[in-house]
């Protein structure tokens, strides 16, 4: 079914449905818009392709960008994301023509992973799916990205992915998607694997790709050499709840033993308030196996709450989180790591706004067709299966 929903433009003043549960309040001023760092002209606007909770916006609000549009067709990531930002984004980025989406800065987009990363690729292979490009529900939505770069032609955009993107199917998936940004589309693209462990305690490896349309002195910003453990966003009192069942740590602990004996790394993350934790996946829900936090010997160990995974992902403590705790732990591992978007976005606005203060408004829309690149995606599909 398309969804026919007008998309929605700037924040509505207030959030349109009071926040149900472990509500505090909506975003404060100070946090989504910094004007200290708009020292330019006019302020510098961007989109929110595949918004989720909102991970990419309040790293670039915090920069002084405005957001125009946002679109996820996720309903319980559209609540949590109309609770903190007041607006109800957007829902299949499919049904929108480039044309509708309003005029903007730069692109950002953290678009479907799982159909290029390592669990998501063994899981469909396992399951008989098609990953990839081949993935038809998910593989090309980098094309609709590109459809709607091609349409808009904005001064710059900022994607974001699995580090595993790049070696994806012979890393034939990332030349394609390089080939069409900076052969087919004309951008100059920078592209760097950045560990957010570098701001907050967990290893989480992603590619950002920052394009401009112009060739502008862009750099990724430096990070400090060291970060924060997990002792700086933990709890001191959890809830009882979140602690492992006798069944389920039986369970986690069999399953390990099995896998390390036929020399398998398979296994839970045991970790302490001096370790960091591993990746947290949009399966957390399951059983938290990734990221146990000890409680001490003779007691079993418990999953992160979802507000410790809020902070995991440097979103701040008064994030509401309107939704229950699997779609909680399910939105966090799907989002962005915010200070890490941040500094990027920092960067990108420092590149382009001097730029922008010079040249017009006006987007200059080379290419005039809707779905340009809805035909490479077939293209890809066929070329891509020997
Ligand atoms: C990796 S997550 C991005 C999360 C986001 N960066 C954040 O900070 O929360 C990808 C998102 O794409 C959304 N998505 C997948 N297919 C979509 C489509 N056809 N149209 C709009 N959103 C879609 C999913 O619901 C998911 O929230």
């Not at 910094?34 to 006019?42: S, T």
């Not at 939105?331 to 960067?347: L, W």
């Amino acid at each position: 079914m398309m969804d026919r929903r007008k998309p929605t433009r700037r924040a509505a003043s207030q959030p349109a449905n009071p926040p149900t549960r472990r509500a505090s309040r909506a975003i404060r001023p100070e946090r989504s818009h910094n004007r200290e760092l708009l020292p330019f002209a006019r302020p510098i606007t961007f989109i929110d392709l595949f918004c989720g909770i909102g991970g990419f916006r309040l790293g670039f609000e915090r920069a002084g960008g405005q957001c125009v549009f946002s679109c996820d067709w996720d309903k319980h990531a559209r609540k949590t994301y109309e609770a903190n930002f007041g607006e109800e984004p957007f829902g299949d980025i499919n049904a929108i023509a480039p044309a509708d989406i309003p005029e903007f800065d730069i692109l950002c987009g953290g678009f479907p992973c799982q159909p290029f990363s390592i669990a998501g690729v063994s899981k469909k292979q396992s399951l008989g799916m098609k990953h990839g490009f081949e993935d038809k529900k998910q593989g090309n939505l980098f094309f609709s990205i590109a459809d709607i770069i091609a349409h808009h032609r904005p001064p710059a955009f900022v994607l974001e992915n699995v580090k595993h993107l790049q070696r994806h199917d012979k890393g034939r998936t990332y030349q394609v998607i390089i080939d069409t940004l900076q052969r087919r589309l004309g951008y100059h693209v920078h592209a760097q694997v950045i560990d957010a462990r570098v701001v907050v305690p967990q290893h989480r490896e992603r590619i950002f790709l920052v394009g401009f349309r112009e060739d502008l002195p862009f750099s990724f910003p430096p990070f400090p050499a060291e970060g924060p453990k997990l002792g700086s966003i933990l709890d001191p009192r959890p809830p009882q709840k979140y602690t492992l069942t006798d069944h389920l740590w039986n369970y986690l602990q069999n399953y390990a033993e099995k896998h390390r004996a036929a020399g398998n790394g398979f296994g839970y993350g045991l970790v302490t308030r001096n370790d960091v934790a591993r990746t947290l996946s949009a399966r957390y829900y399951k059983d938290g196996s990734e990221i146990l936090i000890s409680q001490g010997r003779g007691r079993n160990p418990r999953r992160l709450t979802p507000q410790e995974c809020a902070r995991l992902m440097g979103f701040p403590d008064d994030f509401v989180i309107p939704v229950s705790d699997t779609q909680a732990y399910r939105q966090f591992g799907n989002s962005i790591v915010v200070p890490v978007v941040q500094r990027v976005a920092e960067q990108v606005i420092a590149t382009l706004a001097p730029a922008l203060d010079r040249t017009p408004r006006k987007p200059r829309s080379r290419f005039a067709a809707r779905s340009l690149f809805a035909r490479d995606a077939a293209l890809v599909q066929t070329a891509s299966v020997e």
